[in-house]
């Protein structure tokens, strides 16, 4: 079992106004096989927190700890986290014209575990993965989300998770654009993932409907930087139910 732990994490940005405090001491500890939810309105620091954890420099941590297993996941390149065992599933999957799918896919994945995996296996497993997620076959062949549509380009972000088999996902609003169709077949995915190697999952997302195919084992509620309530499954319902409203009123 492998556990991440973030500890009193507090990060700000610059900004043409000064320094500004998004996280205001978050503490949150995922084991493997164990499924988080953070919920909360916009701006609360969801996806700051997601972009901390996988290195994104313009995010300044100013005090606390994120630590994979004990080793200090701050000190770490964003690359030296990926091969630790943590991957991003980015709200905003970038184009990367130039390099085609399957070069990049067995690039990262060679750069992940150190050594080319089998061509031969490979192959197969990429196959497999792309008809489970419904990827036409010839995008393998195709630059890296160049003209995929919103949809498409989450499903690539799955592909990648299937693929590389990380300890930890986070998934910044993966369900964000997604019809009914998509969201299944990204959900399968990602519980594929979980049932074949105990992956811990940190999901990111302002609504439940994700939730009735990822079944989550503790639900973060973000307002304003910081966690204001936990609880179990039952807490995303009254979420939905009743919105962020009684948060909000608290810091106003």
């Known amino acids: 079992m492998s556990t991440l732990e973030i500890k009193d994490l507090h990060v700000s940005i610059d900004t043409d106004q000064g320094t500004k405090e998004i996280l205001k001491g978050v503490t949150l500890t995922i084991k493997t096989g164990e499924t988080h939810a953070i919920m909360g309105p916009n701006g609360s620091g969801k996806s700051t ?3 901390t954890i996988a290195g994104h420099p313009r995010y300044n941590v100013t005090s606390g700890e994120i630590l994979l297993d004990g080793e200090n ?5 964003v690359d030296a986290r990926a091969r630790a065992g943590l991957f991003l599933a980015m ?3 970038v184009e990367v014209p130039g390099v085609t799918m399957t070069n990049f896919l067995r ?3 060679t750069a992940i575990d150190g050594t080319a995996p089998s ?3 490979w192959t197969k ?3 497999a993965a792309m008809a ?3 990827i036409d076959a010839d995008f393998a062949n195709r630059n890296v989300n160049e003209g995929f549509s919103g949809g498409e380009k989450k499903r690539v972000e ?3 998770l299937e693929l590389f088999k990380p300890k930890f996902a986070i998934l910044d609003e993966t369900d964000s654009g997604l019809d009914v169709d998509a969201l299944k077949v990204v959900s399968e995915g990602v519980n594929r993932a979980q049932a074949e190697h105990q992956m811990g999952t940190l999901l990111i997302t302002h609504y439940t409907r994700i939730l009735r195919y990822i079944k989550p084992d503790f639900v973060h509620v973000f307002v304003d930087g910081a966690i204001a309530e936990q609880g179990g499954p039952e807490l995303a319902d009254r979420l939905e139910e009743e919105g962020y409203d009684r948060f909000l009123a608290v810091k106003a």
Request: glycine content about 0%; charged content about 25%.
């Open 119 to 121: 061509l031969r296996h």
């Open 158 to 160: 799955i592909l990648q």
């Open 125 to 127: 497993d990429v196959k």
């Open 91 to 93: 709200q905003y999957p």
């Open 49 to 51: 927190l997601a972009s």
């Open 73 to 77: 996941v701050l000190e770490m390149s």
């Open 107 to 109: 690039t990262a994945k």
């Open 132 to 134: 489970d997620l419904k």
